[in-house]
């Protein structure tokens, strides 16, 4: 196993971002229609934020009643993506090594970092992307 493998190696460099002025009726609209779990956000071209599917689903009562629907949307027209997304999240170079990511991760309270450079989005690294990687290394 090569201990000093870059993130960039697993990251998702085709990465899906929002702007910070989109909806959060949109933001979820693409998260279901996308199947992803994590959105970076933009502002004024630069990484402001981070939103994940969790974050959504704290809003929403669609899911644990029925007919409820409409509650979310009332929700989600009430409240601005700036005042759900993190702020300001961990970032990590597109250099550092997986084992280091890895070791982060375990850590923490999240399960996605921006993969960023010269404040420059260049892609997003997950839990699952790291799982990956370890097991096509006992293939």
Known sequence: MKKRTPVAKIMTSDVISVDICESLKKVE??????????????????????????????????????????SDEAIFDMLKLEQIMVSNPK?????ESIKDVA??????????????????LLGIVTTTDVIRYLVDQYE
Do not use: N, W, Y
């Open 29 to 70: 609209k693409i998260m279901h229609d996308r199947h992803i779990r994590h959105l970076p956000v933009i502002s004024h071209g630069k990484l402001a934020g981070i939103i994940s599917h969790t974050d959504i689903m704290r809003l929403s009562f669609g899911s644990l009643f029925d007919g409820q629907e409409s």
């Open 91 to 95: 970032t990590v170079a597109p250099t």
């Open 103 to 120: 070791e982060f991760l375990t850590k923490a309270e999240f399960h996605a970092l921006p993969v960023v450079e010269d404040g420059k």
